[in-house]
């Protein structure tokens, strides 16, 4: 089993910053991708961002050009930087590890809330 510890959210204005941060309770030696997820109220939980152990990444429309994904695959650990947040950002942000070998873990979600 894998725990996907979360940190990082919180409360910022309309074209401010955040960086989400997902860390790993092991090392993961199958192949696998890190990302993260988001779910606002009433709507499908949705992809934001993806990156595989070898860096290749994936970004839903909405996150292209505010936001960047990093890993630090000694430290077990997802980043996700979020700039020129928008009110439409708000919702609750999931991590997410795919493992090759034995499948999906999540995380517990943290909140992300943009508001003036």
């Known amino acids: 089993q894998v725990q996907l510890v979360e940190s990082g959210g919180g409360l910022v204005q309309p074209g401010g910053s955040l960086r989400l941060s997902c860390a790993a309770s092991?090392?993961?030696?199958?192949?696998?991708?890190m990302g993260w997820y988001r779910q606002a109220p009433g709507k499908q939980r949705e992809l934001v961002a993806t990156i595989s152990q070898d860096g290749q990444r994936i970004f839903a429309d909405s996150a292209k050009g505010r936001f960047s994904i990093s890993r630090d695959n000694a430290k077990n650990t997802v980043y996700l930087q979020m700039n020129s947040l928008q009110p439409e950002d708000t919702a609750v942000y999931y991590c997410?590890?795919?493992?090759?070998?034995?499948?999906?873990?999540w995380g517990q979600g943290t909140q992300v809330t943009v508001s003036s």
């Open positions: 997410r590890l795919w493992v090759f070998s034995t499948g999906i873990y």
């Open positions: 092991r090392s993961i030696f199958s192949s696998n991708v």
